[in-house]
């Protein structure tokens, strides 16, 4: 594996496999990378003979407040885990190579109504970032595919909408969120948790599945299911965000011809804020 940093080293080694008539697939991570970023690296392999995971902590996509200084940045563990996994390329560039006029006069892309509600609303401009970096990435890399994580639902939803509405050749793939044996949605915040709070955590899948249970009973009453599981997060411990049921296919509110949903939820545990979903056929 190629560890790089260089849009110029990046790019040659690119040309010399599509020359070959090689299949290019884009792992965008942010690093600090687990089972669940490996799942996302072994899905691409199976469509793709080269592989690219990109590991940048993207300032874009984080507010004032947030935990961008204190992000984990752990580039030589990533290293060795994406060697063993056999990735081809890790390309972790510095922010002036994938903002080359700065942040504060880069191009935005910014994609309307799906970035604007749940994760969009509570995170002002998070979802503007990272369609500016993902736009960038694929620019850089211009793969035949890129695979995200369903984890971050309504950011693969906004992605697939950016692709389409710019028209890039590159095919999205979204895969199956990766758990903990008790259910808890692997994520590089999850190392935020105390050990207590690592007990109680995984009540935010247990809460959604509740939900799930009842939909596919027939219960369409979605303010009172919703309501309810806010309830239960914060006697739980948790300060929820918001927990929202929507359409699967554009985060709408269901209609009686919908017939698979998903159930998205956000809350605050001690400094993590943990996100996760389920999609529900009923």
């Given amino acids: 594996m190629q560890l790089i940093q260089g849009k110029q080293e990046l790019q040659a080694q690119l040309s010399e496999w599509r020359v070959a008539g090689e299949h ?5 991570t942010m690093g600090n990378l687990h089972v669940g970023h490996v799942s996302l690296v072994d899905l ?4 793709a003979e080269r592989v690219v995971v990109t590991v940048f902590v993207n300032p874009t996509q984080f507010g004032e ?4 200084a204190g992000y984990p940045r752990t580039l030589e563990r990533d290293t060795r885990r994406l060697r063993q996994i056999g990735a081809d390329i890790l390309f972790a560039p510095e922010v002036d190579t994938v903002y080359p006029f700065g942040i504060e ?13 749940f994760c969009g609303s509570i995170r002002p401009g998070h979802f503007d970032g990272v369609t500016t970096v993902v736009a960038r990435f694929f620019s850089l890399v211009q793969p035949a ?6 984890k971050d639902y ?3 939803m906004i992605i697939r909408r950016m692709t389409e509405d710019l028209s890039l050749p590159i095919k999205i793939i979204t895969a199956p969120t990766v758990r903990e044996d008790d259910g808890l949605a692997m994520s590089s915040r999850n190392s935020y948790l105390s050990d207590e709070q690592r007990a109680v955590a995984p ?5 959604l599945r509740a939900i799930g249970e009842q939909l596919q009973a027939g219960q369409r009453n979605y303010d009172d299911l919703e309501g309810d599981a806010h309830a239960a997060l914060e006697a739980a411990g948790f300060e929820p965000d918001y927990v929202a049921i929507r359409r699967a296919e554009d985060l709408s509110m269901p209609n009686r011809d919908c017939d698979e949903i ?17 999609v529900v056929t009923i």
Avoid: M
């Fill in 24 to 28: 290019i697939a884009l792992v965008p």
């Fill in 44 to 47: 691409a392999r199976e469509h």
């Fill in 65 to 68: 407040h947030e935990d961008f």
């Fill in 105 to 117: 006069h880069a191009t935005l892309v910014s994609v309307p109504y799906l970035s604007e509600n």
């Fill in 145 to 150: 595919i890129a695979v995200f994580g369903q």
């Fill in 154 to 156: 309504q950011q693969q």
């Fill in 203 to 207: 009540k935010l899948y247990e809460t």
């Fill in 262 to 278: 998903v159930v998205l939820a956000a809350a605050t545990l001690g400094v993590a804020r943990l996100i996760d979903n389920i």
